[in-house]
């Protein structure tokens, strides 16, 4: 049975230069094993195919060994000067949700991909050394999610972004979530401000429309609104399609999205995060029927 499990790391300097890292995991259809390690840089991005190193992953899925190279919610380690890649990255204070950020959707059977929040946002501290560049993090923001299951969803858009001051986080993600002959789109996001973290979700009666460029989320009198008013066309990375890294995405590092919450009349906080990164692998149904037309007679 095909499947794959990952961590993403995402990573601010002190200047505000931001890093990805992406370890994984994969059994495709053909009984074998592959591991990867894709970067997003400023520069652009990088894959490096580890597939002939020992690679293990810790039962709870949080540690992933690939060759000489650690990943974990305590830290990185690259161990290979050969490939241009070494340095060691530590982090402190973690924020782990209580619960499960999929909720009984975690539950459902033949879900494509679960979806985990491990810490939404912590300091990182350290250096790593990417083929010929330094990240130096002495007070760094560092933020960590995972993934499993045997693919990406078809149609899914993703989101993070957190400032220093004022000290907030965002993690947005909208999916379509097959079940059955049909399926539906789920939403989950977290919004924290520091003193207080608000949990929007399918499963809590939520709901998503999503425009070029912006996303709107409702729950109850909550109306969470999300907008990017530049989508750069990011970076391309290779996603898992039945267990196999074959399906291209495109992510972008750093991008300004103006984020506004509000209860009834009341605006609990309306914000810039000027480092938020994305996937936007969204195109609405509506869109997708009219490219499946045939074209009008005579045109």
Request: proline share 7%.
């Amino acid at each position: 049975m095909a499947w794959f499990e990952g961590l993403y790391f995402k990573m601010e300097t002190d200047e505000g230069e931001t890093l990805s890292l992406i370890p994984s995991l994969h059994l495709g259809d053909d009984g074998l094993r592959r591991a990867h390690l894709q970067a997003v840089t400023p520069q652009g991005s990088a894959r490096w195919d580890l597939s002939d190193r020992p690679a293990s992953i810790s039962e709870d899925g949080l540690t992933l060994r690939l060759g000489s190279h650690t990943f974990s919610p305590h830290g990185i380690t690259l161990r290979d000067a050969s490939a241009d890649l070494y340095g060691q990255v530590r982090f402190h204070g973690l924020t782990p949700l209580s619960c499960d950020i999929m909720g009984p959707f975690a539950l459902l059977p033949g879900m494509e991909c679960r979806h985990r929040v491990v810490s939404l946002r912590h300091r990182v501290t350290g250096q790593l050394h990417l083929e010929g560049r330094s990240y130096r993090f002495v007070d760094g923001l560092g933020y960590l999610e995972g993934d499993a299951g045997s693919a990406f969803p078809r149609r899914y858009l993703w989101l993070h972004g957190a400032t220093r001051r004022p000290c907030v986080s965002l993690m947005l993600a909208v999916a379509e979530i097959p079940l059955g002959r049909t399926g539906f789109d789920g939403v989950i996001a977290l919004v924290s401000d520091g003193s207080r973290r608000r949990r929007l979700a399918t499963y809590l009666g939520a709901a998503a429309h999503v425009t070029p460029g912006a996303i709107t989320v409702t729950q109850g009198s909550t109306h969470l609104q999300v907008t990017l008013p530049d989508l750069p066309p990011g970076r391309p990375l290779l996603a898992p399609d039945r267990g196999l890294m074959t399906r291209s995405i495109r992510e972008i590092l750093s991008t300004p999205a103006h984020v506004t919450l509000r209860r009834g009349s009341t605006t609990l906080l309306d914000t810039v995060l000027p480092q938020t990164s994305a996937e936007w692998e969204w195109t609405n149904r509506e869109e997708e029927r009219a490219e499946d037309r045939p074209p009008a007679a005579g045109s």
